[in-house]
Antibody, heavy 119, light 111 residues
Framework: QITLKESGPTLVKPTQTLTLTCTFSGFSLSTSGVGVGWIRQPPGKALEWLALIYWDDDKRYSPSLKSRLTITTDTSKSQVVLTMTKMDPVDTATYYC???????????WGQGTLVTVSS | QSVLTQPPSASGTPGQRVTISCSGSSSNIGSNYVYWYQQLPGTAPKLLIYSYNQRPSGVPDRFSGSKSGTSASLAISGLRSEDEADYYCAAWDDSLSGPVVFGGGTKLTVL
């Protein structure tokens, strides 16, 4: 079955760079149509899409955060890594990674990881 | 400010039918698939509806989706207490807002 799990620091300081890893199983990011995305949710607020990487290494970013985001994949390790630069307290949120397959957008989600930005 | 607009709250009594709306534009709902997610308290979102009105395996047929022009709706019939959750719509977007946009979410309360 498809599973995803996010990992990374729970606390980062303002101006630091955040690196999150999504480790998945049950599918291959080399398979046509497959994608892995990142979505975040500040406490008590709505979901916000951040980035998406496809099986063919096509990468898409939220226009409002594009300058701060980088998404990469390590196919051999079944991992997708998201880096976000210049962290600010407003970036405090639960960060989720999720699987997509063609028209099935985010059909499987990780449990999420809460990242707090504070000095 | 979310690209897709949802009412912040909705409510109903057990057994009722409730609908949640999602308003967008020609670049997203008007020309692309719409998705609905259910988020129970303290858990990750779960895909409820994809491609306008398809349900993943395991999602009860009490949940249905529809689209008209640049708006979409999620209907829940035979409302149950366990349906109390936050519901989000999402869509692909062809404009500079995209390619994925979410709604602001609707908190459904079962009275």
């Amino acid at each position: 079955q498809i599973t995803l799990k996010e990992s990374g620091p729970t606390l980062v300081k303002p101006t630091q760079t955040l690196t999150l890893t999504c480790t998945f199983s049950g599918f291959s990011l080399s398979t046509s149509g497959v994608g892995v995305g990142w979505i975040r949710q500040p406490p008590g607020k709505a979901l916000e899409w951040l980035a998406l990487i496809y099986w063919d290494d096509d990468k898409r970013y939220s226009p409002s955060l594009k300058s701060r985001l980088t998404i990469t994949t390590d196919t051999s390790k079944s991992q997708v890594v998201l880096t976000m630069t210049k962290m600010d307290p407003v970036d405090t949120a639960t960060y989720y990674c999720a699987h997509s397959l063609y028209s099935n957008l985010f059909d499987y989600w990780g449990q999420g990881t809460l990242v707090t930005v504070s000095s | 400010q979310s690209v897709l607009t949802q009412p912040p709250s909705a409510s109903g009594t057990p057994g009722q039918r409730v609908t949640i709306s999602c308003s967008g534009s020609s670049s997203n709902i008007g020309s692309n698939y719409v998705y609905w997610y259910q988020q129970l308290p303290g858990t990750a979102p779960k895909l409820l509806i994809y491609s306008y009105n398809q349900r993943p395996s395991g999602v009860p047929d009490r949940f249905s989706g529809s689209k008209s022009g640049t708006s979409a709706s999620l209907a829940i019939s035979g409302l149950r207490s366990e349906d109390e959750a936050d519901y989000y719509c999402a869509a692909w977007d062809d404009s500079l807002s995209g390619p994925v946009v979410f709604g602001g979410g609707t908190k459904l309360t079962v009275l």
